[in-house]
């Protein structure tokens, strides 16, 4: 099943391109799925080394930047970890569409880094405290601070989650 989501993705990689849509956030495996099952936690990590080498020829073959975001990348296999370097290596000058992909990601983990970065950048003096109405003015000075916020990520436009679920990413 996990393999067939793979393939899944490809296809609605194509619909969006085909629509004129140029960023596409997918979440692979969640932070919170490290307390699955161990076999099934290995089997997913050995399916993401291989569809990795899968996704570069196809996102190559259609000048697709693939990002991978993660809150927690060294909790991932050195096998996997090399595979989704690699895939964003040789991707990254790709232009077309982009295509983040969430491996090892939490939301919370990644809201906790973002404000650990804010209270880091105010203290150094790079990020000065201000009120809400300064604020509103100097957005930008807050850019970076999640994951999605880097300059080639597009503002998010829609959530969905797979139907057999009943959590929500």
């Not at 979440?27 to 699955?36: I, L, P, T």
């Not at 100097?138 to 998010?156: F, G, I, N, P, V």
């Amino acid at each position: 099943g996990h393999w067939l989501g793979g393939q899944r993705l490809v296809d609605f990689v194509q619909w969006c391109i085909q629509c004129k849509i140029s960023c596409l956030t997918v979440y692979a495996f969640s932070s919170e799925n490290w307390s699955r099952d161990p076999n099934e936690v290995n089997a997913l990590m050995t399916i993401f080394v291989k569809y990795a080498e899968t996704l570069q020829k196809e996102a190559l073959e259609r000048d697709i930047k693939v990002r991978i975001l993660s809150t927690d990348f060294n909790r991932l296999s050195p096998k996997v970890q090399e595979a989704v370097t690699q895939l964003e290596a040789e991707t990254m000058h790709c232009s077309s569409f982009q295509l983040n992909i969430c491996l090892s990601y939490g939301a919370r983990d990644d809201i906790l880094k973002a404000c650990g970065r804010i209270v880091r950048d105010i203290s150094r003096g790079v990020l000065q405290v201000e009120t809400q109405k300064d604020s509103e003015n100097r957005e930008s000075d807050k850019e970076d601070c999640h994951l999605t916020d880097a300059d080639d990520a597009a503002d998010l436009k829609s959530i969905s989650k797979d139907t057999s679920s009943s959590e929500l990413s």
